[in-house]
Every structure is written in structure tokens, then in C-alpha cells.
């Protein structure tokens, strides 16, 4: 994992205040959907199959505002729709940084290299650029070709200015395991600060039902993408979630962990499932029947859900709120601390951030660099 130090601290004091106070549900990420209408109508979302009335509207930055204070989560994702559509976005960013909120806008990167000047470089910013793959790969799962090679040049010209950049990619049956590992190195050479991965979820309106996968597909597929991984790769996700993704740690959706706020009010119960809205965020944590939700409810829109999040929060609070969550998080560090010291490496690796901001001392010969936690490779 690869965040910068600050936000890891953060976010890790943040659910230790949480534990200390006996909270059993608490926000950790707010999903924050200032719109829903984008400028692509990829065939695995089922986020814009609103008439044209809805896909108009925008959230206020007031409204925003009110959302992010009413939540309290350490950090806010912008996803859509596409964000950079908004009007008022970059006001609503601006906003959120004064805040001190860990910010990740999630975008296609079409308009993102005309944006930019909008901005300003920032520790609690992030853009978060969608990319399914390679060229080939992503452009068929966008519907639209060149966008890959509009997205690259995005990210480049982002880098080039300071800003901070990860990607988030989907994957479906029938992924070529063999060619992401291919676009990981990609990224990683391309400057990309971290990467984050998930399973699609079957949305009932994405025109594309075909591919999505079932659990056992799920964990097939991440235990071939991610067995053996290179020592350059870094995704901007907990080590026990990705061992979750590769059927290698057990973990309970917590859907309340990444609550979603859009046009329409709080929704219910998470971001994947549309059952309702309600007017605030008590209602929304109060009267909502949670055990009606998840793998084990029997709910059978649930049944296959893999997806980070519904269970990244899961992750995170099985880290700092369980003995057994933060050892299988400290053996998943040593265990690839071990692999890059036989690959013959002797160079800085980065400490998994769920364990770093943990320890109470840095080891030896530890240092922290550009607002990371760095390790040297054990010899």
C-alpha cells in the first residue's frame, strides 16, 4: 500500500478514536456524487441510466459542504457521472482541501489535462483516473476508442505539475491476467502514485450482464493477477483487502463504511445499491437495517459483492480493531519484505501503510521521504 504518511496517520487515528469510543459503525470514506451524467456510457456501469431530467441536476458546493461536515469521514471520493462535468468542481475540491479532507476525484481524464490550471497540487488531493487496462482493453470497456491514450496523457501532464495521481480499474469474467500485470508495470513506470482494484459489481441497468463475476471467479482471478507480484507495484488499498480479493482472508461487508451522498439525499444502504434515500446522515446510519446486507444476510444482491467499498472499511477496522486482523497485516508485510530481498533488490520498498502508522518506532535505517514511509530492503 502507498499513501502518503500524513493520510495513513490520519485515517489510523481516526478508526483508533472510533475503537477507543466503542463505535461498531463508523464512515471511514464518504462517496460523495455531486452528479450522475457523464461523457461516456461505459457497458458495466449502471450509474447513468437516469432519464435526461435527473442527469442534469448538480449537487451545490453547499450542499457538498454540509454533506462532508454531517459524515465527519477523513476522506471524500468524487465519483460520478464524471466530476469534472460539474460547473462548480473545482470550488467544491477547494472546499474540501480547507477542510483537510483526504480528497479523491474520480475521473475519466477526457477533460482532466484541460482542468488542471483549476487546481492546485495538494497532499489532501488526488485524481483517481479510470483505466481498465491497456489501450486494447480499456477503450473496448469504455466504448470508445482512444480514450486510453487521452487518459495516459492526462496522467503525464498531472505528474509534470505536482499533482497526485492513482488509477482505479474494474475488472470482469474473462480478464487476460497476463496483460494487467503488463499494465501495472505501466503505471508504475508512467509515475502513478498507487493503484486501486476491485471486482465489478452486477449493476441490474448496466447494459453488459455477461461479465460480471461470481465469488469463486473473483478470487480465482486476483490469486492469478496478484500471486507473485513485483516488488515496483503499489495499490492504494489495505494488504488484508487484497488478501480478501484472493479468498485468503475472510472479511464482513460494512456498508456503512463508505456511505454515498448524491442528488437525490443519503443513499441506501450503500453506493452499489439504490433502496431509497433518506434526508440525513443519522437517519441513514439509524434506520437502516444492516443485517439485511452483505455476504452472509442471504441478500442475493450481495451474494457475489466483492468490492472495495463494501469491504475496504471491513479491512481497515479488522487492522486496528482485531489482534488477528493487524498480525495477518504484519505477516503479509514481512512475507513480501522476504520475496524482494530473494528477488536480490537493494533498493527502498514502502512499508504497507496500515502497518506502518501502527508501529510505534520506525526499524532501523528507516526513513520517510517526499511524505512516504520508507524501508530499507532487509539484507
Given at each position: 500500500?502507498?499513501?502518503?504518511?500524513?493520510?495513513?496517520?490520519?485515517?489510523?487515528?481516526?478508526?483508533?478514536?472510533?475503537?477507543?469510543?466503542?463505535?461498531?459503525?463508523?464512515?471511514?470514506?464518504?462517496?460523495?456524487?455531486?452528479?450522475?451524467?457523464?461523457?461516456?456510457?461505459?457497458?458495466?456501469?449502471?450509474?447513468?441510466?437516469?432519464?435526461?431530467?435527473?442527469?442534469?441536476?448538480?449537487?451545490?458546493?453547499?450542499?457538498?459542504?454540509?454533506?462532508?461536515e454531517?459524515?465527519?469521514?477523513?476522506?471524500?471520493?468524487?465519483?460520478?457521472?464524471?466530476?469534472?462535468?460539474?460547473?462548480?468542481?473545482?470550488?467544491?475540491?477547494?472546499?474540501?482541501?480547507a477542510?483537510?479532507?483526504?480528497?479523491?476525484?474520480?475521473?475519466?481524464?477526457?477533460?482532466?489535462?484541460?482542468?488542471?490550471?483549476?487546481?492546485?497540487?495538494?497532499?489532501?488531493?488526488?485524481?483517481?483516473?479510470?483505466?481498465d487496462g491497456?489501450?486494447?482493453?480499456?477503450?473496448?470497456?469504455?466504448?470508445?476508442?482512444?480514450?486510453?491514450?487521452?487518459?495516459?496523457?492526462?496522467?503525464?501532464?498531472?505528474?509534470?505539475?505536482?499533482?497526485?495521481?492513482?488509477?482505479?480499474?474494474?475488472?470482469?469474467?474473462?480478464?487476460?491476467?497476463?496483460?494487467?500485470?503488463?499494465?501495472?508495470?505501466?503505471?508504475?513506470?508512467?509515475?502513478?502514485?498507487?493503484?486501486?482494484?476491485?471486482?465489478?459489481?452486477?449493476?441490474?441497468k448496466?447494459?453488459?450482464?455477461?461479465?460480471?463475476?461470481?465469488?469463486?471467479?473473483?478470487?480465482?482471478?486476483?490469486?492469478?493477477?496478484?500471486?507473485?507480484?513485483?516488488?515496483?507495484?503499489?495499490?492504494?488499498?489495505?494488504?488484508l483487502?487484497?488478501?480478501?480479493?484472493?479468498?485468503?482472508?475472510?472479511?464482513?461487508?460494512?456498508?456503512?463504511?463508505?456511505?454515498?451522498?448524491?442528488?437525490?439525499?443519503?443513499?441506501?444502504?450503500?453506493?452499489?445499491?439504490?433502496?431509497?434515500?433518506?434526508?440525513?446522515?443519522?437517519?441513514?446510519?439509524?434506520?437502516?437495517?444492516?443485517?439485511?446486507?452483505?455476504?452472509?444476510?442471504?441478500?442475493?444482491?450481495?451474494?457475489?459483492?466483492?468490492?472495495?467499498?463494501?469491504?475496504?472499511?471491513?479491512?481497515?477496522?479488522?487492522t486496528?480493531?482485531?489482534?488477528?486482523?493487524?498480525?495477518?497485516?504484519?505477516?503479509?508485510?514481512?512475507?513480501?519484505?522476504?520475496?524482494?530481498?530473494?528477488?536480490?533488490?537493494?533498493?527502498?520498498?514502502?512499508?504497507?501503510?496500515?502497518?506502518?502508522?501502527s508501529?510505534?518506532?520506525?526499524?532501523?535505517?528507516?526513513?520517510?521521504?517526499?511524505?512516504?514511509?520508507?524501508?530499507?530492503?532487509?539484507?
Open positions: 500500500m502507498s499513501v502518503p504518511f500524513s493520510q495513513a496517520w490520519t485515517v489510523a487515528t481516526y478508526v483508533l478514536k472510533q475503537q477507543l469510543l466503542r463505535r461498531k459503525r463508523y464512515p471511514l470514506v464518504l462517496m460523495l456524487e455531486p452528479l450522475f451524467r457523464c461523457n461516456l456510457a461505459c457497458a458495466g456501469c449502471g450509474k447513468i441510466q437516469f432519464p435526461a431530467e435527473v442527469l442534469k441536476q448538480n449537487l451545490s458546493p453547499e450542499q457538498c459542504f454540509a454533506a462532508v454531517e459524515c465527519g469521514a477523513p476522506i471524500v471520493s468524487i465519483p460520478g457521472g464524471e466530476p469534472l462535468l460539474h460547473p462548480q468542481i473545482a470550488e467544491i475540491v477547494a472546499g474540501l482541501v477542510r483537510k479532507k483526504f480528497v479523491y476525484l474520480c475521473t475519466n481524464a477526457i477533460k482532466l489535462e484541460a482542468a488542471l490550471d483549476q487546481f492546485q497540487p495538494s497532499k489532501y488531493l488526488a485524481f483517481s483516473v479510470h483505466l491497456q489501450r486494447e482493453t480499456h477503450d473496448q470497456a469504455v466504448c470508445r476508442d482512444g480514450i486510453y491514450d487521452i487518459a495516459v496523457q492526462a496522467i503525464k501532464a498531472a505528474r509534470q505539475r505536482g499533482f497526485r495521481v492513482t488509477t482505479n480499474s474494474t475488472f470482469f469474467l474473462g480478464t487476460d491476467t497476463v496483460a494487467m500485470r503488463k499494465f501495472f508495470d505501466e503505471m508504475m513506470t508512467l509515475g502513478v502514485e498507487a493503484m486501486m482494484i476491485s471486482p465489478g459489481y452486477s449493476y441490474e448496466a447494459p453488459d450482464q455477461e461479465h460480471f463475476l461470481r465469488r469463486e471467479q473473483t478470487e480465482s482471478l486476483f490469486r492469478r493477477l496478484l500471486e507473485h507480484g513485483r516488488k515496483t507495484w503499489r495499490f492504494n488499498q489495505t494488504p483487502f487484497l488478501e480478501f480479493l484472493q479468498g485468503k482472508y475472510d472479511l464482513e461487508c460494512t456498508p456503512w463504511g463508505n456511505p454515498t451522498y448524491n442528488i437525490f439525499g443519503w443513499q441506501k444502504p450503500c453506493y452499489l445499491l439504490g433502496e431509497g434515500h433518506v434526508s440525513s446522515f443519522r437517519e441513514l446510519m439509524e434506520d437502516t437495517a444492516w443485517e439485511n446486507y452483505g455476504h452472509t444476510s442471504g441478500n442475493p444482491s450481495c451474494r457475489d459483492c466483492m468490492v472495495h467499498c463494501g469491504y475496504e472499511p471491513s479491512a481497515v477496522s479488522a486496528f480493531g482485531s489482534l488477528r486482523g493487524f498480525m495477518h497485516t504484519a505477516r503479509v508485510t514481512l512475507r513480501d519484505w522476504w520475496r524482494r530481498e530473494e528477488s536480490g533488490s537493494t533498493e527502498s520498498v514502502e512499508i504497507p501503510a496500515a502497518a506502518a502508522v508501529a510505534p518506532h520506525l526499524p532501523s535505517g528507516a526513513r520517510r521521504s517526499a511524505d512516504f514511509v520508507e524501508l530499507p530492503v532487509l539484507r
